[in-house]
C-alpha cells in the first residue's frame, strides 16, 4: 500500500464575481481530480486551526500531523531548516521578502506595497540584490549593529538571523496580504526590536529604489525590487518524527522551503525537482515523476504546488485557473495512471492547504475542501471537488486528524 498527500496551495476560494459567482474550482476542468473525488470521499476540513494566522505554514503543520497550536513559533524557523539553518538559543529568524514599493516622491511610509515577490524575481538577480545591499557599508554596518544576517533564498525568499533578539510583542506582517496598501500603517511595530527593522527596511529602500540592479529592471519592464520586508518571525522549534508518528517513511516535493523545512524536522527526505519554481511555469511533469520515484522507496510521498497560491497573490486569476487545471491534468492523473498500471494499491488525499482570495490576494483561515481516495474500496460521493460540494460531506475540525486518516485502514 502506497500513501499520496497532494497540495493545491490555495487553490480553494469564495465565488468570483467574474466567474458568474463560480469558484476557480467550480470553474476549471479538472477532469483527472473529479472522477476521484465522485470514486471517493469528499468532505470539508479546518486546517488553519481557530486563533491562528492564516497561512501554509499554520495549515500544513496541521496536515502533517503537528498541531501547530503547540509547536508552530512562526514560519521563518521552518523555512531555515530547509537551508540547514538552525537556530541558536536566542536567535529569532525572518523571512526576509524582496518586494516592490510603488515609484514617487512621496514619503516611504506613504508608498504603497505593489509585489510580495518583487515580481516573482528570478533567484540570481534577487541574489545579487542582497549582495548589493550588504555591499553597502550603511547597510552592512546597521545589520552589524543589529546582530541580523541575510541568507541567499535564490529566489524572492530570503532568510535573516537575528542573534540575540527579543521579539516580545512584536507585530509583523504578512507583505502578501496587503497588497496595494499604504507601508507606513504595515510596518514592524511593537517593541524596540520592531524599530531596528523597520529602520533596516527604511535603509535598504533608500540604497535600493535607483540602484542600477532596479533601473534595468524598470527598462526591461520589470518591477523593481526596491525594498526589503521581514516578517513570520519565530524562534528554534521542533517537529514530532513522522515515522515514529505513524510508522511510515516519506518524501516531500515542494519548490518552496516551507515544505522542505517541515520534512527536515520531521525527518521526512527532502525532494528538489530540477525547473520546479513555484510559479505556473514550473515542472508539472518533473514532480509527477518525483513522486512516483519517492514511492518506490518510501511508504509516503507528498507533492506540494505553489502556483495556485502565488499566481492568486499576483491577482492572475487565469493563472490560477490554469494551475489548477494543470494540477489535475499533469499531476493526479499522471500519477493515478502510473500506480493502476503497476497494480500498485494507494490512499491518496488531495486538497487546498487553505483559501487564497480572488478578491483581496490574500489568505483566508475558512475550512476547505478535500479528497480521500482508496484505490480498493469503493465508497463514491458522487461529488465533484468544489468547496460547495465538500460542505456535503464529513467536516473534520482537527486538521491534524488528517494524516491518520489517510493511514487508516
Request: charged share 25%; net charge negative; hydrophobic share 40%.
Amino acid at each position: 500500500m502506497k500513501y499520496v498527500l497532494i497540495i493545491g496551495d490555495g487553490m480553494a476560494d469564495n465565488p468570483v464575481d467574474y466567474l458568474g459567482g463560480k469558484t476557480p474550482l467550480e470553474h476549471v476542468s479538472k477532469p483527472e481530480i473529479d472522477a476521484l473525488a465522485r470514486a471517493g470521499e469528499v468532505g470539508t476540513v479546518r486546517t488553519v486551526p481557530v486563533g491562528l494566522p492564516a497561512g501554509s505554514d499554520t495549515a500544513i503543520l496541521s496536515i502533517f500531523g503537528c498541531d501547530p497550536r503547540v509547536c508552530y513559533t512562526g514560519r521563518a524557523p521552518l523555512e531555515a531548516a530547509a537551508s540547514g539553518i538552525m537556530l541558536q538559543p536566542g536567535s529569532v529568524a525572518y523571512r526576509c521578502n524582496m518586494v516592490t514599493y510603488e515609484d514617487g516622491d512621496m514619503p516611504f511610509e506613504e508608498k504603497k506595497i505593489l509585489s510580495h515577490s518583487a515580481g516573482s524575481i528570478e533567484g540570481d538577480v534577487s541574489d545579487a540584490v542582497v549582495d548589493a545591499l550588504m555591499s553597502d557599508v550603511r547597510f552592512r554596518e546597521a545589520a552589524e549593529k543589529a546582530g541580523l544576517t541575510i541568507h541567499y533564498g535564490h529566489s524572492f525568499r530570503h532568510m535573516a538571523v537575528q542573534k540575540a533578539a527579543d521579539i516580545t510583542g512584536i507585530l509583523l506582517i504578512p507583505p502578501h496580504d496587503h497588497l496595494g496598501e499604504k507601508i507606513g500603517p504595515l510596518m514592524p511595530s511593537g517593541c524596540e526590536n520592531a524599530t531596528v527593522l523597520g529602520g533596516l527596511m527604511k535603509l535598504a529602500h533608500e540604497i535600493l529604489d535607483r540602484h542600477p540592479i532596479n533601473e534595468k529592471r524598470r527598462a526591461e519592464g520589470k518591477m523593481p525590487a526596491n525594498g526589503i520586508w521581514f516578517w513570520a518571525e519565530g524562534t528554534a522549534v521542533a517537529l514530532p518524527s513522522f515515522v515514529e508518528q505513524y510508522g511510515k517513511t516519506g518524501a516531500v516535493i515542494s519548490a518552496v522551503p516551507l515544505c522542505h523545512g517541515i520534512a527536515r524536522l520531521a525527518g521526512l527526505e527532502l525532494v528538489t525537482v530540477e525547473g520546479a519554481t513555484g510559479e505556473l511555469d514550473t515542472n508539472f511533469e518533473g514532480k509527477a515523476e518525483a513522486t512516483l520515484e519517492a514511492l518506490k522507496t518510501h511508504d509516503f510521498a507528498a507533492l506540494h504546488l505553489e502556483a495556485p497560491d502565488e499566481c492568486t497573490h499576483n491577482g492572475d486569476l487565469e493563472g490560477k485557473i490554469q494551475s489548477i487545471g494543470w494540477l489535475s491534468s499533469r499531476i493526479v492523473g499522471p500519477i493515478e495512471k502510473a500506480l493502476r498500471e503497476s497494480g500498485t494499491e494507494f490512499r491518496m488525499l488531495i486538497l487546498s492547504d487553505h483559501k487564497t482570495l480572488t478578491s483581496t490576494r490574500g489568505h483566508d483561515g475558512d475550512p476547505v475542501p478535500y479528497i480521500l481516495y482508496d484505490s480498493r474500496e469503493q465508497n463514491p460521493s458522487g461529488r465533484a471537488y468544489t468547496e460547495a460540494e465538500g460542505l456535503k460531506g464529513p467536516f473534520i475540525e482537527e486538521g491534524v486528524t488528517l494524516m491518520s486518516r489517510l493511514f487508516s485502514k
